[in-house]
């Protein structure tokens, strides 16, 4: 693993030296200590941003015309260890221009775009909405995705597994969004197809207030087939509150699915210290009331946080 990252580094940068593209060696660093409630305190990797490595790279190719690529993989900064996947996260190639970005590989869907967009808690381990019962994919293998260019405020994306790159006994994932930003209001509509067949929509959106932004989203899922009690309806409420170099978010989630007679409930506080634009501390809790299984997993935890 680690030789096959030091030789595709340095063929990324004799290739940008010869084709004059931008190529760029990036990653995220974020590991935290927590303590769930009746389990002893441990490390974790990716408490706010999950820990990566990663490569992306472009080159002019005229008329406005790009190629692109990107390749990203988890690491676990406890033990250092990796997916079994040299590039778990993202590995694919496309293109970029007036027309938008169009790319092939293994991408995240289009609704992960917009998923976290108006989490509470910096949409980390600390978020209201864990105890969400949700069938949301994320990345997946050969996806073709288009992202359409932004016009007044508005875009959108697309994305669609290939049939023949589907296991045996799996669906297509398919996803799709729409969303808008102009001044203090934001709002996107997800949605997503899995492959086991459940459908998700989520519709989130947030208003800057300045002293504060507020964070409201709501997620729906609906199995297609006919699992007693597998259609779920979640809520969550929050606010991001700025205080110079400190962030404080607070947020309020719950969760019922069909045939339940009482919903799953959490609430969450974090705050966040910017040491510089690249590094912050994290710290907060949350408490969780799940009803419907009794297994509350109220959580503890303390973090450091940096990009590169």
């Known amino acids: 693993m680690k030789k096959s990252l030091i030789a595709l580094a340095v063929l990324a940068a004799s290739g940008a030296a010869m084709a004059q593209s931008s190529v760029t060696l990036y990653g995220i660093a974020d590991i935290y200590v927590a303590k769930v409630k009746g389990q002893s305190a441990a490390a974790g990797s990716g408490g706010v941003n999950t820990s990566r490595l990663g490569f992306k790279g472009s080159e002019d190719l005229g008329g406005g015309l790009s190629a692109i690529f990107q390749f990203e993989q988890k690491l676990s900064l406890g033990d ?3 997916n079994d996947k040299l590039f778990d996260r993202q590995a694919n190639v496309g293109l970029a221009g007036g027309f938008g970005t169009l790319k092939l590989g293994r991408n995240w869907n289009a609704m992960d775009d917009v998923f976290g967009a108006s989490n509470s808690g910096f949409d980390s381990a600390l978020s209201a909405n864990a105890i969400w019962q949700n069938s949301y994919t994320g990345a997946a293998d050969a996806q073709l995705y288009y992202a359409t260019p932004e016009f007044a405020g508005v875009s959108g994306a697309v994305s669609t597994q290939l049939t023949g790159n589907v296991p045996a006994g799996a669906k297509r994932i398919s996803a799709g969004h729409v969303k808008y ?14 492959e086991v067949g459940q459908k998700g929509t989520m519709l989130n959106g947030s208003y800057d207030l300045g002293a504060a932004k507020l964070l409201a989203s709501y997620y729906t899922t609906k199995d297609t087939g006919g699992v007693a009690d597998a259609d779920v309806n979640s809520y969550q409420l929050g606010a991001d509150i700025p205080l110079g170099a400190f962030t404080l978010s607070v947020g309020y989630a719950s969760s019922k699915a069909d045939g339940a007679s009482e919903s799953d409930s959490a609430f969450g506080v974090a705050a966040a210290y910017s040491l510089s634009k690249r590094t912050m501390v994290y710290t907060g809790f949350r408490a969780e009331d799940r009803k419907a299984t009794g297994t509350d997993a109220d959580i503890f935890a303390i973090g450091l946080n940096h990009k590169f």
């Open 80 to 82: 250092g260890s990796t």
């Open 181 to 194: 930003a102009g001044g203090p209001v934001a709002v996107a509509l997800g949605y997503e197809t899995n």
